[in-house]
């Protein structure tokens, strides 16, 4: 399986020692990170059900959702219409997200500007079985986070018939972008690598996307429930493979 080239941003925090730099693309339309707590978390999630026609907005936060809400649903009608401005501002306002969730699946920034290319082909094909089970973006994501599975598949086939044949030479790896601490980056790239694909997933949108649990489920087709309980496994596994080895703070006293 591939390498997983993680982009965060420079607040993410691992462990107390362990602070990566590692890159994320910048847009003015993400949703801010969140630290990354490999403990666990207490938090308890919004619900992902839209709000009725008749609720009133309580407060700014409110207001903002229900706004979001209402921009889904009109980009959606649009797309369905059959409007290709709509399908413009649906890359403006997620393309950049969608880039750097497909470039941490797939290690590559030119697969990852393959797969946003494929799911936008995919996205105008099916738009007429959008039903709004879940907000048109979800929807969307849904279809990178597939696109990019097919992608991962496709090169793990093409790399066993690859190793079936006489090699001609050693292709050197993809160069990775620069960071201050490229050992510990290398090494949470690995322990990403090692998780299952759900943990990854599930991991990837949360911690580094910045989704809810209840846009996950509607994304992985699996419930909030599930989506919490893989979150807490998958931080599990990083910490205890990111933890120094016992004694090595102790190895070089006297």
């Given amino acids: ?41 207490s938090r308890v999630q919004p619900s992902e059900l839209r709000p009725s026609s008749n609720t009133t907005p309580s407060s700014p936060l409110a207001a903002g959702e229900l706004a979001a809400n209402n921009e889904d649903l009109a980009l959606a ?20 997200r969608m880039k750097n969730l497909a470039r941490n699946l797939l290690g590559s920034s030119s697969d990852a500007e393959d797969a946003v290319q494929e799911t936008f082909l995919k996205v105008q094909r099916s738009i007429a079985s959008f039903r709004g089970q ?54 949470l790239e690995r322990a990403i690598d090692t998780l299952t694909q759900r943990q990854r997933d599930v991991f990837l949108l949360y911690e580094v996307e910045g989704f809810r649990h209840a846009e996950i489920a509607g994304m992985l087709e699996i419930s ?8 807490f ?20 006293a006297e």
Wanted: with cysteine; hydrophobic share 35%.
């Fill in 1 to 41: 399986m591939g390498s997983v080239g993680l982009a965060l941003s420079a607040g993410h925090t691992i462990t107390a020692s362990q602070r990566p730099a590692v890159q994320h693309a910048e847009s003015q339309h993400t949703t801010p990170k969140r630290p990354l707590q490999l403990l666990g978390e």
């Fill in 77 to 96: 009608a649009a797309c369905q219409r059959g409007e290709l401005e709509a399908y413009g501002r649906l890359y403006q306002l997620q393309g950049a």
């Fill in 134 to 187: 879940s907000s048109f973006v979800t929807w969307a994501f849904r279809i990178l986070v597939n696109t990019c599975h097919d992608m991962r598949r496709r090169r793990v086939r093409r790399k066993e018939d690859a190793s079936q044949e006489p090699s001609e030479g050693f292709a050197p790896p993809e160069a990775r972008a620069a960071g201050s601490h490229p050992s510990l980056r290398l090494a």
């Fill in 224 to 231: 909030e429930t599930v989506s919490k309980n893989t979150l």
């Fill in 233 to 252: 496994y998958a931080k599990k596994s990083l910490r205890q493979l990111l933890a120094p080895p016992r004694g090595s703070q102790l190895g070089g």
